[in-house]
């Protein structure tokens, strides 16, 4: 009598903790898309055990925040730093993550002497090239075989289509992007390379995008997918801007992945939704109206829009690979200090106690429902 309850409690117990294994993100985009999010180092040395938890049951993807970039990598020339790198991989493989590398060349977060001669005027294009081969070469093959792709060239072009005028395009022209994709190639020939930019939805950035995406396509050079970062304010972008980016990117012949999808809920200049890390603006109390909370309405209006975005992501799983949040709980969100240091902001699935928001449930219905 006693064995059989004790099976019945035992076998309720499993019951329980399958179906809250199945009611994840995860587990209702299976077959559709990846479901990432971006981690800090905080969230794979071991200190913080539930954060972890929540990543390893609920997505399917992860991606640096910052400990892949060459600021962190290389501060000195020939100085490598993999102690965090490291860690995010092992985390990854212990719980069966798909990650991705981010990112090779940048023109933020970038170390100085990069792109600076020994006269400390601009790097000669040869300085150049071999500095960002032995980069690449060095950091691509030391996780060869672990992630599955990498953002390669990250935030390239202007909103009109134009390239950006960074030291990389200063000194080589716009050959710096195909030669970035060759060598990334050359060190690790079974990794999947992207191309990741902001605002991709302004049609004029997207064909930009385009151009440069059929020039690699032309000359035979890998490029798998093209990633739209997704910082979104609560006016900008549309849906239907959105959608039309993805399409065109689809017909392309790349594949599109969403890849730092975040929704401010405050209050910006001109809803201006570009992420570019120098485009800050200094503090004021009328722009951070929600230090004591969200209002409900506000709330609601969050996360219609969290759903509609999330309901064209789902239409088009066909092209889309990747689904990834930029980040976890709001208590970490770098909105809080983007475009305005100090805000309080509410972008995250996870509050600042880590509870699941309501939205979550409301996407793994959607994704459930999606053909
Ligand atoms: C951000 C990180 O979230 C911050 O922690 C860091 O201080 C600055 O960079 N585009 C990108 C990301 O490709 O790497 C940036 O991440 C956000 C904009």
């Known amino acids: 009598m006693k064995k059989s309850i004790l099976l019945s409690v035992l076998s309720l117990a499993v019951f329980v903790t399958d179906t809250l294994a199945q009611n994840t993100l995860k587990e209702a985009t299976k077959g559709k898309f990846l479901m990432g999010v971006a981690i800090n180092t905080r969230q794979h040395d071991g200190?913080?055990?539930?954060?972890?938890?929540?990543?390893?049951?609920?997505?399917?993807?992860?991606?640096?925040?910052?400990c892949m970039k060459s600021g962190e990598i290389q501060v000195e020339e020939g100085k490598f730093n993999f102690e965090d790198a490291d860690r995010f991989v092992a985390f990854g493989e212990k719980?069966?993550?798909t990650m991705t590398g981010h990112c090779l060349v940048w023109h933020s977060q970038l170390p100085r002497w990069f792109t600076v001669g020994p006269d400390g005027k601009l790097a000669s294009p040869e300085l150049l090239k071999a500095r960002m081969k032995t980069h690449i070469n060095?950091?691509?093959?030391?996780?060869?075989?672990?992630?599955?792709?990498?953002?390669?060239?990250?935030?390239?072009?202007?909103?009109?289509?134009?390239?950006?005028?960074?030291?990389?395009?200063?000194?080589?022209?716009?050959?710096?992007?195909?030669?970035?994709?060759?060598?990334?190639?050359?060190?690790?020939?079974?990794i999947e390379l992207y191309y990741n930019d902001y605002n991709m939805y302004k049609a004029s950035k997207c064909d930009g995008v385009i151009e440069m995406v059929k020039k690699l396509k032309a000359r035979g050079i890998r490029i798998d997918a093209v990633g739209m970062q997704g910082h979104m304010v609560m006016g900008s972008?549309?849906?239907?801007?959105?959608?039309?980016?993805?399409?065109?990117?689809?017909?392309?012949?790349?594949?599109?992945?969403?890849?730092?999808?975040?929704?401010?809920?405050?209050?910006r200049e001109n809803n201006?939704?570009?992420?570019?890390?120098?485009?800050?603006?200094?503090?004021?109390?009328?722009?951070?109206?929600?230090?004591?909370?969200?209002p409900a309405e506000a709330m609601t209006q969050w996360n219609k829009r969290m759903t509609d975005m999330f309901s064209l992501f789902l239409k088009h799983a066909d092209v889309i690979d990747r689904v990834t949040v930029w980040g976890l709980g709001d208590a970490t969100t770098w909105l809080n200090n983007f475009p305005v240091r100090g805000r309080m902001d509410y972008p995250m699935l996870y509050d600042r106690q880590m509870k699941p928001k309501a939205v979550i449930q409301q996407m793994i219905d959607l994704a459930k429902k999606a053909k």
Request: net charge negative; proline share 5%; charged share 20%.
């Open 95 to 97: 719980n069966n993550l």
């Open 47 to 66: 200190s913080n055990p539930v954060e972890e938890a929540i990543i390893a049951n609920q997505f399917s993807a992860i991606v640096p925040e910052n």
């Open 272 to 294: 201006r939704t570009s992420a570019n890390l120098s485009d800050n603006m200094g503090y004021a109390q009328s722009m951070d109206p929600y230090r004591n909370g969200v």
């Open 138 to 190: 060095t950091v691509v093959k030391r996780y060869k075989g672990k992630l599955k792709g990498w953002d390669v060239v990250n935030e390239a072009f202007e909103d009109n289509g134009t390239y950006r005028n960074s030291a990389f395009y200063r000194i080589l022209g716009e050959e710096f992007i195909p030669l970035a994709f060759q060598y990334a190639h050359e060190a690790d020939p079974n």
């Open 237 to 267: 972008p549309t849906v239907e801007e959105m959608e039309a980016s993805i399409v065109k990117l689809g017909a392309a012949g790349v594949k599109v992945m969403i890849t730092e999808w975040d929704i401010s809920i405050l209050p």
